[in-house]
T-cell receptor, first 120, second 113 residues
Framework: GAVVSQHPSWVICKSGTSVKIECRSLDFQATTMFWYRQFPKQSLMLMATSNEGSKATYEQGVEKDKFLINHASLTLSTLTVTSAHPEDSSFYIC?????WGQGFSNQPQHFGDGTRLSIL | AQSVTQPDIHITVSEGASLELRCNYSYGATPYLFWYVQSPGQGLQLLLKYFSGDTLVQGIKGFEAEFKRSQSSFNLRKPSVHWSDAAEYFCAVGAPNTDKLIFGTGTRLQVFP
């Protein structure tokens, strides 16, 4: 159980284009999803917390206009990298927490397999 | 502020040997503690978690971790490593009443036959 699907797994695109990454909880409902960025051989850096039906909460230093997050349903959150440039190339990972964990931060996050984004 | 330290960037062990990965945290109270494993190009898989109670927790794949409050540590152990355990291991801390996880910098495990 607790499967999180992330799509696409790998995307290459030209500089200036926008890229959308989807994160779906397949067998549970998630009121909260998280988006992370991971540079090669480094740890995960939280970018934003996505809450179903409300605006995302961005971490300090993350441009909200650059990284658009939409959490339209209890099973889907999307991250759109707008006008992507080579410096946006990275590994993006989403995670989700089970609805039944709402209010209990001890519920673990379940992670997707990540999206490798390469901007040429 | 919360922080997590994984002192060992890279560890190499022989298959069948025992393993201990270190994790130290900084937090005012007892945090929620997690160990995750990441294979190359993949997301993270939860190995085990500690919230309260028994300080020795058992996880998947034969891993266990021990919470030591006096040392602010949550070290991960496995008595006999398998080649398939080669991966990146992340320790993480979550504060009660927040949604966020703070990750350590990770320890890369290599296993030689």
């Amino acid at each position: 159980g607790a499967v999180v699907s992330q799509h696409p797994s790998w995307v290459i695109c030209k500089s200036g284009t926008s890229v959308k990454i989807e994160c779906r909880s397949l067998d549970f409902q998630a009121t909260t999803m998280f988006w992370y960025r991971q540079f090669p051989k480094q740890s995960l850096m939280l970018m934003a917390t996505s809450n179903e039906g409300s605006k995302a909460t961005y971490e300090q230093g993350v441009e909200k206009d650059k990284f658009l997050i939409n959490h339209a349903s209890l099973t889907l959150s999307t991250l759109t990298v707008t006008s992507a440039h080579p410096e946006d190339s990275s590994f993006y990972i989403c995670s989700a927490r089970d609805l039944w964990g709402q209010g209990f931060s001890n519920q673990p996050q379940h992670f997707g397999d990540g999206t490798r984004l390469s901007i040429l | 502020a919360q922080s997590v330290t994984q002192p060992d960037i890279h560890i190499t062990v022989s298959e069948g040997a025992s393993l201990e990965l270190r994790c130290n945290y900084s937090y005012g109270a007892t945090p929620y503690l997690f160990w995750y494993v990441q294979s190359p190009g993949q997301g993270l898989q939860l190995l085990l978690k500690y919230f309260s109670g028994d300080t020795l927790v058992q996880g998947i794949k034969g891993f266990e971790a021990e919470f030591k409050r006096s040392q602010s540590s949550f070290n991960l152990r496995k008595p006999s490593v398998h080649w398939s355990d080669a991966a990146e291991y992340f320790c993480a801390v979550g504060a009660p009443n927040t949604d966020k996880l703070i990750f350590g910098t990770g320890t890369r495990l290599q296993v030689f036959p």
